[in-house]
């Protein structure tokens, strides 16, 4: 049974610094495409981070870029997503999702693109 288990998740002030965690049981774990969505309350669930097979490709949503980082260690089966200079509009449940791919390719920003999703951890940034 595939399961990602996000981790990680908090209640953090403005200005600082969490790190999510995302364990995967997915065989071949080394052959998906990962990323990392968020849905904040009344929002559409949205893109935050991506990264290939390899971690040599890596996408970001333009609104977390130079603060968050997406990485991944497949000999463990997991994702990891820092995230820094936290800011109160990043508040929202982040989810882990796996995106079973063909090739080392640029990972995707689409949700539907993904076949795997995990339950998620809330993010909280007080201001």
């Known amino acids: 049974q595939v399961q990602l288990v996000e981790s990680g998740g908090g209640l953090v002030q403005a200005g600082g610094s969490l790190r999510l965690a995302c364990a995967a049981s997915?065989?071949?774990?080394?052959?998906?495409?990962m990323a990392w969505f968020r849905q904040a309350p009344g929002k559409e669930r949205e893109f935050v981070a991506a990264?290939?097979?390899?971690?040599?490709?890596?996408r970001y949503a333009d609104s977390v870029k130079g603060r968050f980082t997406i990485s991944r260690d497949n000999a463990q089966n997991m994702v990891y997503l820092q995230m820094n200079s936290l800011k109160p509009e990043d508040t929202a449940v982040y989810y882990c999702?796996?995106?079973?791919?063909?090739?080392?390719?640029?990972?995707?920003?689409?949700?539907?693109?993904?076949?795997?999703w995990g339950q998620g951890t809330q993010v909280t940034v007080s201001s």
């Open positions: 999702a796996a995106d079973r791919v063909i090739g080392d390719i640029t990972p995707q920003m689409v949700p539907d693109r993904y076949d795997y």
């Open positions: 997915l065989r071949a774990f080394s052959t998906y495409g």
């Open positions: 990264i290939s097979w390899s971690a040599s490709r890596t």
